[in-house]
């Protein structure tokens, strides 16, 4: 099946509405999709699990939802998903490896 830019209009009406009810939340990458024939709005961000924790609040996901995991490449992933008005929400950072300045190993 091809999708069409209508069949994303869900998706990106969703991101619209979170961006007037919550101005203040810290900006994302955003990637607009289809899962299991539904909409779907990708949060992407880098290094920051603040701004999953914000996003989570904001869209009133339980924190039973947040998983962390760890990658082939041994960075770990914070992520949720939750479904809003339709449309499936995926939030995820990945956390790099490095470490702090002015942190000892």
């Known amino acids: 099946m091809t999708f069409t830019l209508a069949d994303?209009?869900?998706a990106l009406a969703l991101a619209a509405r979170l961006a007037v009810l919550h101005p203040s939340l810290p900006?994302?990458?955003l990637g607009v999709s289809h899962h299991a024939d539904a909409p779907a709005l990708d949060l992407c961000f880098l290094d920051?699990?603040?701004a999953v924790e914000a996003w989570r609040?904001?869209?009133h996901v339980p924190l039973a939802e947040m998983t962390c995991t760890?990658?082939?490449d041994g960075r770990l992933t914070v992520q949720f998903e939750?479904?809003?008005d339709g449309v499936l929400v995926r939030a995820f950072t990945i956390l790099s490896?490095?470490?702090p300045e002015g942190v000892a190993a």
């Open 70 to 72: 760890q990658r082939d």
């Open 48 to 50: 920051a699990p603040a």
């Open 57 to 59: 609040e904001a869209l």
């Open 27 to 29: 900006a994302a990458g």
């Open 82 to 84: 939750a479904t809003v």
């Open 8 to 10: 994303q209009a869900q």
């Open 97 to 99: 490896n490095k470490q």
